[in-house]
Structures are given as C-alpha cells and as structure tokens.
T-cell receptor, first 113, second 114 residues
C-alpha cells in the first residue's frame, strides 16, 4: 500500500534562517506531488505541484521554492524565512493518471519567530 | 476563476443532532467534488467524492452528500452526529479543464457536545 511521510512534524525557526521540509511517498511510481499551506479559516492554498522529477509548477509567488530530486521525494525550501511563512504545510500525492483524488501527509507545523 | 464557499466556519451541535454543512462552488464546466475531514491530530483524509452518476453520494462513517448541479452545491449531511465527528471539514472541487488542481473551501470546524 502507499504511504506518505513528512518531516519534521514541527519546526521552530528564527526569521532569516533557511528551511527544508521533506515529503516522500512509498509504494507508487511517478506520483504527482503537491505542497499546500493550510491557514486557519482560509482552507488550503496550493503552493507547488510536480508531475515528474525536476518539473515544478508554482501557483503562488512567494518566499518559498520546491524541488523534486527523486521520483518520490518533494522538498519545500526557503533561503530566508519570514514571519509570514509560519503555518501548517501539507504534502499530497496522486497516482500519475488518476489525478482526481489527493492523499495527504501528516503535515509540518512551522513557526517562524 | 473557480472558488469554493463554505458558509459555516464553526458549527456546534449536540450528539444525535442532524448535520448539514453547506458547500457551493463557482465553475460552469464539469467538476469533481470532494469532502475531506481532519480529525484532531490526524491526517487530512477523504470523506467522500462525486465524479458522476447518482448525485447522492455515501461516504464513510454515515456521511452523505448531494450534488445539485442547478445550485452549484454539494452539501454534506449526517442524520445523527456523534462526539467522534468533531473535526474540521473541507469541501474541494477540481476540474479536467484546470488540470485537476483542487480548489478548497475555507473549512468548517464542527464541535459535537457529548
């Protein structure tokens, strides 16, 4: 069966520090991968999605970037965190040819101080 | 642009009460509709979905939702809620025309009083 992992589960970082959040999927090949930020009262905001290695689409211009160095690995990064980057970050995947239903990871709670 | 509206941000009910959470979307084409649920401390997970066919969809844990195309609605219902239904519920929509990118509602926090 397929599983999705995210780490770390929680992270507290100072303003201006770098960020690296990792998401990996097991039990499938060539998944579509997604990064979301969940803000209270505002639902989920799609940040990036990827249909393959090295292929990243950005939905919202911001202080963050994403990379997909391996088929089942999706990384969310920042060179210098801002206070406004605080939030709950979710990774999700879909099978390559069945993109209708997304499956979510446990999320990372990021606090920037 | 597509959008999804969930009109109730917080709902508080007693056990055994009936539940209906509203969801409306704005998109003129063919859509897929979803309800996701996030229980306290758990992953966001799929509750039910509608792609085509019978507009009354049954999901896990006794939930159902009805797609009314003329009203652009996909309301979630449960005839008798339980304390364990306390969670946040999200409505979402995607469409083939937009590469199946999910558009999310803001969520409804449901609290069931024992």
């Amino acid at each position: 069966s397929q599983t999705i992992h995210q780490w770390p589960a929680t992270l507290v970082q100072p303003v201006g520090s770098p960020l690296s959040l990792e998401c990996t999927v097991e039990g499938t090949s060539n998944p579509n991968l997604y990064w979301y930020r969940q803000a209270a009262g505002r639902g989920l905001q799609l940040l990036f999605y990827s249909v393959g290695i090295g292929q990243i689409s950005s939905e919202v211009p911001q202080n963050l970037s994403a990379s997909r160095p391996q088929d089942r690995q999706f990384i969310l990064s920042s060179k210098k965190l801002l206070l406004s980057d605080s939030g709950f970050y979710l990774c999700a995947w879909t099978p390559p040819y069945h993109t209708d239903t997304q499956y979510f990871g446990p999320g990372t709670r990021l606090t920037v101080l | 642009a597509q959008s999804v509206s969930q009109h109730n941000h917080h709902v508080i009910l007693s056990e055994a009460a009936s539940l209906e959470l509203g969801c409306n979307y704005s998109y003129g084409g063919t859509v897929n509709l979803f309800w996701y649920v996030q229980y306290p401390g758990q992953h966001l997970q799929l509750l039910l979905k509608y792609f085509s066919g019978d507009p009354l969809v049954k999901g896990i844990k006794g939930f159902e939702a009805e797609f009314i195309k003329s009203k652009f609605s996909f309301n979630l219902r449960k005839p008798s809620v339980q304390w364990s239904d306390t969670a946040e519920y999200f409505c979402a929509v995607n469409a083939k025309d937009s590469n199946y990118q999910l558009i999310w509602g803001a969520g409804t926090k449901l609290i069931i009083k024992p």
